[in-house]
């Protein structure tokens, strides 16, 4: 029998590897979103099978689980997913601690290897419990975004860190009479895990996101050891491998590497917010945009978190069909961090049937802006920003943007004259080649497609 359980294991853990495999293509991603689920479901019935627990403590922790999860779900808005993300990593982390926790009071008397797994996953999953815990607060607007710094940070910081590393230490050379340890361990993940991500803010959130992503991967695949279950192993090593590539992606998206994202205290109040900008606003109404983009060629759209707020994806869509129509090429420029999460602009796009091969990365479509003739810019800012190139000031210095300011005629489509996430202003909405086309995205777009189909 254990020859089944463990054939069944290697099947979830194939699925696991295909279905991620898949998620890297918006054409087969929900496909590989159904293939990874599958493996989970058979992972799940085979370990449950194997450990001949009590069913009727599983079914009810299901039913209660499962009814919390879908009654909050279905409340979600697509725009508070990043948030969402950062909560389900840390019940992640959260889990792991728990279940070190339990397993060494239930099973005493651990061996020196399943001693070092039981305080890796509390440590790990302490400081991704807390640490999610902190950046749903921030990314929810239910604390400050911004960086919360105070003198001698860093070297609390380290000196928590080697606090972990000595206890663990302590702990895994005596197990057995170790419980002491274990919940010193536990306390000082737990600050950890709020010290180290208070100091992160501005723009570098979903780095953290998708470090603690990672985190709570090598936390249940610690766990995993710690309960001698080879496929938590295997699903906590993909979790903490594609969480950390992420995390790599992201800091090249953003032009930083991981130690300054980590400790540079970005996007606070003391930092300066580069030169002031100057020029004038020219503004343009729907109707006279339509006559700009009636006459293009080549146009490009750019997508950003407002048109995620807007739900305007349908509408961009909607016209993008009526200029193809009109005899112009249309494609998407995608940046990496626009939005709230990574692939944000991509999801939203699919879901509005929009082709995969007409959305590019700004390396695609930079080195060609000039013959962009039509450049509109939907809620995005921060990612269209040309202080990130030209002012060495501005805290988005040296962050790779898709540079709008080189088109033709670029419209942007937003509001108001606030700045994004980054709090930092935008001197695009400054330059001769930009008007601004104030309002909802989706009402303005709407106003856009109504032109095209009265003429
Ligand atoms: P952004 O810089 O945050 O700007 C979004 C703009 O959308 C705002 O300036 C806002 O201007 C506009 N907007 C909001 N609601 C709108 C509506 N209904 N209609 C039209 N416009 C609307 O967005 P971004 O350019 O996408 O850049 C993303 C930023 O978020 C980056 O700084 C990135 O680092 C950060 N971030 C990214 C992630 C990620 O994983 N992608 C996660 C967390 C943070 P008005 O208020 O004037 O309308």
Known sequence: MEAYFQLAYIAAAVLF??????????DTARRGNTVSAVGMLVAVVATLLQSGVDYAVVFAGLVVGGGVGVFWSRRVQMTQMPETVALFNGAGGGASLLVGWAEFLSRP??????????????????????GSIVAWGKLSERVSGRPILFGGQQVVNGALLLAAVVVGVLFAMNPGGGYAWLLVAIAVALVLGVLSVIPIGGADMPIVISLLNSYSGLAASAAGFVIDNTVLIVAGSLVGASGL????????????????VLFSGFGSATQSTGQAVEGEVKAMTPEDAYFVLEAANNVVFVPGYGMAVAQAQHAVKELADLLEENGAEVRYAIHPVAGRMPGHM????????????????PGDVNPNMEMVDVAVVIGANDVVNPAAKEDKGSPLYGMPIIEVDRARTTFVLKRSMKPGFSG???????????????GDAKAVLGQLVAEFKSD
């Open 245 to 260: 590539i992420l995390t790599q992606i992201m800091c090249k998206a953003m032009n930083r590497s991981l130690t300054n």
């Open 424 to 438: 930092v202003e935008n001197p695009l909405f400054y330059k001769d080649n930009t008007r601004m086309v104030f």
């Open 109 to 130: 008397g651990q061996d020196t290897v399943t001693a070092i797994a039981t305080v890796l996953a509390v440590l790990v999953g302490g400081v991704t419990l807390t």
């Open 17 to 26: 590897i295909v279905g991620l495999k898949m998620l890297g293509r918006a």
């Open 346 to 361: 991509n999801v939203l796009l699919a879901e509005a049937n929009v082709p995969y091969e007409q959305l590019v990365e």
